[in-house]
């Protein structure tokens, strides 16, 4: 790879500055700390603020490339794709009638896939911080969750128009809570929480596995005040994505359980089963909510977003081939052309048609390849692997992506960082565990 052969190059010309330097020396123990806080300031801060920590750690990974010796760049097999993909939204970035919106649409791009290789790199060295950096994210989303649990408590009033209220008794009316995260809204804070769930339970299996009980019991009630959070926001799309998160745990636990602990492994999944049920069958409120899923065009909600999703995709039918350029802002002015009148839209609400009419079909295509290469692989660790330890991380990203993608069918909360730095780390150490099976995680 010609790119490798430029870094071992300048790797040799500024070797000195390496061995004279305890910073470029201990530069993985600088780049830990931003790591971890791009986690934490995403639940109070806005988009730039999170977004320059990310590229702090850009910037840092690109001095550790460039100066510390061995350093290489060996790409997966989907982060072909990956690159591919960052390629066509380039050329669609140059072909675009709004250059200056869609570049920064771009950037923004740059930052998150940086962010993601950067991850790659440090990960490579350093596969022990995982569980710590797995254990942050599993706290974060905790404490947002526990934030939730006492705005519910409050009976918050709406601070804008989320649901359609109009065949609704005012005490069936769900108070839907959106913890702390900017811009305060309920959908972005559902698709965070049910994003992040899967990294909370698998930390209650991580510590069972690891026979540190005391902690385990800790995630497991961090797990019920995290469900009970994404019931609480009203984020039907949330509670789809739940639902799949579950499913996916019973299929994959099923390796273990199945032919050793039958019995119980069906009571485990009867008794959850039986109480998301419950829940939605006798709390009018979750029951109302959860059914407006089927009304159609009954409820203003779906019937917005399916005038969302005609106007999207004439806007794809004319730009089919490089899209318009990537971007909400660019897409929010080229969407003016074609909504319905009093239909404005900040997006396609659907990840899949939003990177279709901002990047084209063949963008489309090959991140739809990433995806798939991607959970392929994963689950095909998970299926072979012996480590138990590797297994549970693994399994644990790789839900959580699937329930990202999943909630993408109907939102574009996905776009948001505190969702995108979220799912490029899941991303990172799913790759790193089941590429590398040589440097498997301690069992």
Known sequence: MMFNNILEFTQKRLNFLYKNSTFLQNIDKIILPFILL???????????????????????????????????????????????????????????????????????????????????????????????ILGTIAGCITFEAIIGIFQSTLHLEQISTWQDTSYLNPEDVISRVYGTLKPLNPNLYGGYLVCGLPVVIGSAFYFIHKKMNNIALGGIIASICTCYAIFQTGCRGAYLSMML???????????????????????????????????????NSLRLRFLSI?????????????????????????????????????????????????FDALSAYNIYLETAVESGIFALIVFLAFIIKLIYDGFKYILTSKNTSGIIITASCLIAICAAVFHGLVDTIYFRPQLQFIFWTLVAISGTISYNKETEMSD
């Not at 745990?249 to 039986?274: C, E």
Request: aromatic share 20%; glycine share 8%.
């Open 245 to 283: 998160v579950f499913g996916l745990i019973f299929l994959i636990s099923a390796k273990f359980f199945w032919n050793t602990h039958k019995k119980i492994y069906i009571s485990i999944i009867s008794s959850a089963t039986l109480l998301f049920i419950t829940a939605i069958t006798f709390v």
């Open 294 to 342: 089927f009304a159609m065009r009954s409820d203003s909600s779906n019937s917005f977003r399916f005038n969302v999703y005609h106007s999207s995709l004439e806007m794809f039918k004319d730009n089919w081939l490089l899209g318009i350029g990537v971007g909400n802002k660019n897409f929010r002015e080229i969407y003016g052309l074609y909504m319905k009148t009093g």
């Open 38 to 132: 791009t986690f934490i300031v995403s639940m109070f801060m806005g988009s730039d603020f999170i977004g320059f920590v990310g590229i702090i750690i850009i910037f840092l990974t690109f001095i550790k490339l460039l100066i510390c010796p061995g350093q290489r760049i060996n790409l997966k097999i989907f982060e072909v794709f990956l690159l591919v993909y960052f390629l066509i939204v380039m050329v669609s970035l140059f072909g675009s009638t709004l250059f200056a919106l869609s570049l920064k649409g771009f950037f923004k791009t740059f930052i998150y896939l940086g962010f993601y290789l950067s991850l790659s790199i440090y990960l490579k060295d350093n596969k022990k911080h995982i569980p710590l």
